[in-house]
């Protein structure tokens, strides 16, 4: 299981590894809704498969991109923390983001000045411009190489720039069970990816040098 029990520093590292080799951006995003936004809603839960299908199925990748970076944004800087949302923090420690991380966050940012609240923000549009910097580009150009069935999948949104997809595009004939596979996936490659580089152990610039060296490449 992804564990993002850890502090700041290695919170922002595993958001830009998420957003940055997730996988493909219908699946990253699932992910994030899925499993990261227990803390970004009125509910204080993740959005549920089903939930997701309901109520984001037609929405463009763009709009959903910039709503989830800006309730993150918004929420850690606003939203205190009551106490009934720690106690329950002893039965979630499988959550993709903790509330100890957005306390954390928050207690520091409530404690700086001004100035510290647009580090934030800055830092955030950053994480989520890895993202968008995909989006840009049209379906076919992001297949990856071995997916040879992806381009019978998604034949009908092949030239379509991916940030004007939505969820619709890419689901089978089981959507909710889609979300969850989707969402399964972006673990599994997060887990490998640290396993295999160790990033929350290197330094940050060697992180943003790799990314910059990939993208510069595309």
């Not at 991109?65 to 949302?85: F, G």
């Not at 150009?141 to 997809?165: F, G, Y």
Request: a neutral charge; glycine letters at 0%; aromatic letters at 8%.
């Amino acid at each position: 299981m992804l564990n993002l029990h850890v502090n700041f520093e290695q919170y922002t590292k595993l958001l830009i590894i998420i957003l940055w080799k997730g996988g493909y951006p219908h699946e990253i995003i699932a992910f994030i809704l899925s499993r990261c936004c227990e803390h970004f809603s009125n509910s204080k839960t993740n959005w549920s498969p089903k939930q997701i299908v309901s109520q984001f199925s037609l929405v463009p990748f763009i709009c959903l991109c910039d709503a989830l970076e800006n309730e993150i944004v918004r929420e850690t800087l606003r939203v205190p923390l009551n106490e009934n949302d720690q106690d329950s923090l002893q039965h979630k420690t499988d959550k993709a983001i903790s509330q100890k991380i957005l306390k954390d966050l928050t207690d520091t940012l409530r404690n700086e000045t001004p100035e510290a609240s647009q580090i934030l923000i800055d830092m955030m549009a950053s994480c989520f411009n890895i993202l968008r910097r995909q989006m840009i580009h049209p379906v076919v150009t992001i297949i990856k190489p071995k997916d040879n069935s992806a381009k019978v999948r998604w034949k009908e949104i092949l030239h379509m720039p991916v940030c004007l997809t939505s969820f619709q595009d890419y689901f089978s004939q089981q959507a909710e069970k889609n979300i969850s596979d989707w969402s399964y996936k972006v673990q599994q490659n997060i887990q490998k990816v640290l396993k295999k580089d160790s990033w929350l152990e290197r330094p940050y610039h060697e992180l943003l040098s790799a990314i910059v060296s990939e993208q510069s490449s595309l």
